[in-house]
């Protein structure tokens, strides 16, 4: 976990487990599986149990972490929380009484909005009505490309209070994509050493969507050999957009 995180769209990063399998073509590149061996490597405990090697890797065994359900709880000033940076709640090996106990957690810590990513949407939609929905919960699946669409569909059934996408690596163009019921838009570049390039066309053609359909939209980055190399300028602009809630924002302050 992280009390401050350098990722553009939230401030915190809370990790009740750690690990993953690549299951896409979005997640070729991982920054988390990369990260997670530099862990292992450094002795962190948290990154001790390997992964297969297939789909991988050292130290990003998928690993339930009891003893961080807790941390939202000592947090008391109100933020953005990214649940899980360096896993996927809703991975198969996740037992879903673990899920349901990360969910009451997240209920018991009103004062935090947790942002919660997966690219398992069939899942999701599975265990969506055992789960304690709170409405400090903003759930969002990851669509990085066409073959990604199905995931929107499923994201629809979750009763969150805020459902978002995350088109980070952009990898394709999402034309015609259907934004109804959907409440936020992510986009981005992929970054690091083996990044693919992001056309320009594709995330002008998702920003122009998402203003027709009048769906906040957030342009992280460009990408490259750094997440910052290639900036967050967009046609002229930074786009921060957030979701409308009726809650407070403290995010959406700090960028103004």
Not at 19 to 46: E, F, H, I, Q, T
Request: aromatic letters at 8%.
């Amino acid at each position: 976990m992280a009390d401050r995180s350098a990722i553009e769209w939230t401030e915190a990063t809370w990790n009740p487990t750690t690990g993953c399998d690549r299951v896409s073509a979005g997640c070729d590149n991982c920054y988390a599986l990369a990260l997670a061996a530099r862990l292992k490597a450094m002795g962190s405990p948290k990154y001790q149990q390997d992964g297969d090697p297939r789909t991988s890797g050292p130290g990003f065994g998928v690993t339930v972490h009891a003893d961080a359900l807790s941390i939202p709880l000592r947090w008391r000033a109100p933020r953005h929380v990214f649940v899980n940076s360096m896993s996927d709640l809703f991975h198969a090996r996740v037992p879903t009484t673990f899920i349901q106990d990360v969910f009451g957690v997240m209920a018991a810590a009103p004062q935090h909005t947790f942002q919660v990513l997966t690219k398992r949407s069939r899942r999701l939609a599975r265990l969506a009505d055992t789960l304690p929905w709170s409405d400090n919960v903003w759930m969002g699946v990851s669509v990085e490309d066409g073959a990604a669409l199905p995931r929107i569909d499923d994201l629809r059934r979750v009763p969150a209070v805020v459902r978002f996408l995350s088109c980070e690596p952009l990898l394709g163009p999402l034309t015609g994509v259907d934004l109804d019921d959907i409440d936020w838009v992510i986009a981005g570049g992929e970054s690091g050493r083996h990044h693919r390039r992001m056309d320009p066309a594709w995330v002008i053609e998702l920003r122009d969507l998402c203003t027709e359909a009048a769906v906040p939209f957030f342009f992280k980055q460009w990408g490259g050999r750094t997440p910052k190399s290639g900036g967050r300028t967009l046609e002229g602009r930074i786009w921060d957009g957030m979701p409308v809630t009726t809650r407070p924002s403290p995010l959406a302050a700090s960028t103004m």
